[in-house]
């Protein structure tokens, strides 16, 4: 069975760090492209991050330039979201996906977009 699987998640204060995981299994993780994106309560969902097959190529939203990195090992068949100066507004679920094309410049993500969607992570960032 195919799935991915979200954890490292919590609460923390401004200006925290969190690192997500995701790990995955039942389907070639290595062949695809990692994708990070969540959803704050009552919007829509944002993307995050995302990176090639091999890493070669990385997107960061603006919202979190600087401060967030995407990282994957294949050979352990896991994506990576180190969060660093967390912000109140980077609260949300934070979902892993996997594409095997790139899909930044689709703005407005769904789920429906990617054929391998975890169930996320829940992020509580107070200030």
């Known amino acids: 069975q195919a799935r991915l699987v979200e954890s490292g998640g919590g609460s923390v204060q401004a200006g925290g760090s969190l690192r997500l995981s995701c790990a995955a299994s039942?389907?070639?993780?290595?062949?695809?492209?990692l994708y990070w994106v969540r959803q704050a309560p009552g919007k829509g969902i944002e993307r995050v991050a995302c990176m090639s097959m091999l890493g070669g190529s990385v997107y960061y939203a603006d919202s979190v330039k600087g401060r967030f990195t995407i990282s994957r090992d294949n050979a352990k068949n896991t994506g990576y979201l180190q969060m660093n100066s967390l912000k109140p507004e980077d609260s949300g679920i934070y979902y892993c996906?996997?594409?095997?094309?790139?899909?930044?410049?689709?703005?407005?993500?769904?789920?429906?977009?990617?054929?391998?969607w975890g169930q996320g992570t829940q992020v509580t960032v107070s200030s």
């Open positions: 996906a996997s594409h095997g094309h790139a899909l930044w410049e689709i703005a407005a993500m769904t789920a429906q977009l990617f054929p391998y």
């Open positions: 039942g389907f070639r993780f290595s062949d695809l492209w």
